[in-house]
């Protein structure tokens, strides 16, 4: 079974958004760790080399694969915002209905510019995604 290869580093948080090359994603991902900072409650911390994340979770699937990650976060990627969110909560899709120029995928936002995004929307699902890890796994604060 292959061994997962996004887990918790030792790496400093504040340094890895300082080393964002654009001036905006910059902003924009030190605005998200104040956010997600003040809704979980919980401190950040690198998973992998791209991934701040808040909180963990210990996972075993059908398959017998296991593992760890984080419970809610994002990555500041050249192209685009992507934030970390369980959809499994039964406000979602009207919450992303209502967030903006958004698109998303498995359990992942895609934000260009925070600017155009409801950052009160966003905060609604992070609290949500949250519950929702909390009902389907051991959640622990890291």
């Known amino acids: ?3 997962t290869r996004t887990k918790p580093t030792r790496a400093s948080v504040k340094d890895f958004i300082g080393e964002v090359e654009s001036e905006a994603r910059r902003k924009d ?3 998200l760790h ?3 900072s003040k809704v979980t409650g919980w401190k950040a911390q690198m998973w992998g080399p791209n991934i701040v994340g808040f909180g963990s979770y210990h996972y075993t699937y059908e398959t017998g694969h296991t593992g ?3 419970v809610v976060g994002f990555s500041p990627r050249k192209t685009h915002m992507v934030v970390y969110i369980s959809g499994d909560f039964p406000e979602y ?3 992303k209905d209502r967030l903006g120029k958004v698109k998303s995928g498995t359990a992942c936002l895609y934000i260009n510019k925070l600017a155009e ?3 009160d929307v966003l905060e609604e699902m992070i609290k949500g ?3 929702a890890m909390k009902r389907a796994w051991p959640v622990t604060a890291v």
């Open 129 to 131: 995604g949250v519950a």
């Open 93 to 95: 899709e009207a919450l």
């Open 34 to 36: 104040k956010l997600f």
């Open 117 to 119: 995004i409801d950052l």
């Open 1 to 3: 079974m292959a061994e």
């Open 68 to 70: 760890e990650m984080c």
């Open 29 to 31: 991902a030190e605005a």
